[in-house]
């Protein structure tokens, strides 16, 4: 069955030290990745996202992710943590081109930040 | 202003009561979604449409019911057999593909 899995269910990392998120999904050919952030009480926002090409991609608010094929993976990444990324970070597949197929979202992990 | 508007934004049920809770688009899309999130649980897929007047259930969709009878609307009603309905019910609309997904900031459901 195709499934996302995200092992952190809650992070918590100083201001200014590097973070990376884990995303693993299970799924027999490379689907469609995304990362979404959610500040609490909010919707969704999209954060990057992964079609095919460069395994490196970059997002907004400094985020970027590597896809990595051998190990179904794609990690979140940011170099420096600002107070303002504590959020709820969702990993998320798509397994149609056509996008008519609803995106399959992991648990998420919740990002703390601390002085 | 195009976007994804949900209302209320906090809602209270009681016991053996059914309350409906909307979502209006205004980006002309064709594709509407209903999640439920649960703290430690991520979305979950109620239901979605992928065109008027037609919708799929999805993973849990006991306890729940939609219309879609216009492109812009995608009402979600909460049943009296939805035992466990306190949830944040999150609306989605999508444009052509996934990158074109769009989220509603929520509706609280509360049991009173």
């Known amino acids: 069955a195709q499934s996302v899995t995200q092992p952190d269910i809650h992070i918590t990392v100083s201001e200014g030290a590097s973070l990376e998120l884990r995303c693993n999904y299970s799924?027999?050919?490379?689907?469609?990745l995304f990362w979404y952030v959610q500040s609490p009480g909010q919707g969704l926002q999209l954060l990057l996202k992964?079609?095919?090409?460069?395994?490196l991609v970059q997002g907004i608010k400094g985020f970027e992710a590597e896809f990595k094929r051998s190990q179904s993976s794609f990690n979140l990444r940011k170099p420096s943590v600002h107070w303002s990324d504590a959020a709820e970070y969702f990993c998320a597949v798509g397994f149609s081109k056509s996008g008519n197929t609803p995106l399959v979202f992991g648990k998420g992990t919740r990002l703390s930040v601390i002085a | 202003d195009g976007g994804i508007t949900q209302s209320p934004k906090y809602l209270f049920r009681k016991e053996g009561q059914n309350v409906t809770l909307s979502c209006e688009q205004n980006l002309n899309h064709d594709a509407m979604y209903w999640y439920r999130q649960d703290p430690g649980q991520g979305l979950r897929l109620i239901y979605y449409s992928q065109i008027v007047n037609d919708f799929q259930k999805g993973d849990i969709a006991e306890g729940y019911s939609v219309s879609r009878e216009k492109k812009e609307s995608f009402p979600l009603t909460v049943t009296s057999a939805q035992k466990n309905p306190t949830a944040f019910y999150l609306c989605?609309?999508?444009?052509?593909?996934?990158?074109?997904?769009?989220f509603g900031s929520g509706t609280q459901l509360s049991v009173l």
């Open positions: 799924y027999g050919a490379t689907p469609y």
């Open positions: 992964y079609f095919s090409g460069d395994t």
């Open positions: 989605a609309s999508r444009g052509q593909g996934y990158e074109k997904l769009f």
